[in-house]
Nanobody
Framework: QVQLGESGGGLVPAGGSLRLSCAASGLTFSHYHMGWFRQAPGKEREFVAAIRWNGGSTNYVDSVKGRFTVSKDNAKNTVYLQMNSLKPEDTAVYYC??????????????????WGQGTQVTVSS
């Protein structure tokens, strides 16, 4: 079955950087768009970034544009989220998600088929 596993979360001071990874198995990775979402305590899960199946284009929520970069390595079945200039408001559990290449990339949770278990990112002020 499809499995997505995030890693790379942790505690970092404001202004610092982290790189999240999401390793995928059980699917033809190159045929999937990949996305990142996050969920802060007491809030709904929100879209952060996405990348097309071939890495041809990316999307970001406005609050992370210029600070976060999503990339995809089809040879390693892994998607990454490089997060720079982190802010306390970036604190959340970060989830990766996958949807088939035949679907349109959406920013709602319901637009994505598969999810990882999440990794905690905490940014101290």
């Amino acid at each position: 079955q499809v499995q997505l596993g995030e890693s790379g979360g942790g505690l970092v001071p404001a202004g610092g950087s982290l790189r999240l990874s999401c390793a995928a198995s059980g699917l033809t990775f190159s045929h999937y768009h990949m996305g990142w979402f996050r969920q802060a305590p007491g809030k709904e899960r929100e879209f952060v970034a996405a990348i097309r199946w071939n890495g041809g284009s990316t999307n970001y929520v406005d609050s992370v544009k210029g600070r976060f970069t999503v990339s995809k390595d089809n040879a390693k079945n892994t998607v990454y989220l490089q997060m720079n200039s982190l802010k306390p408001e970036d604190t959340a559990v970060y989830y990766c998600a996958a949807v088939q290449w035949t679907r349109t990339i959406g920013t709602e949770v319901r637009d994505w088929n598969y999810w990882g278990q999440g990794t905690q990112v905490t940014v101290s002020s």
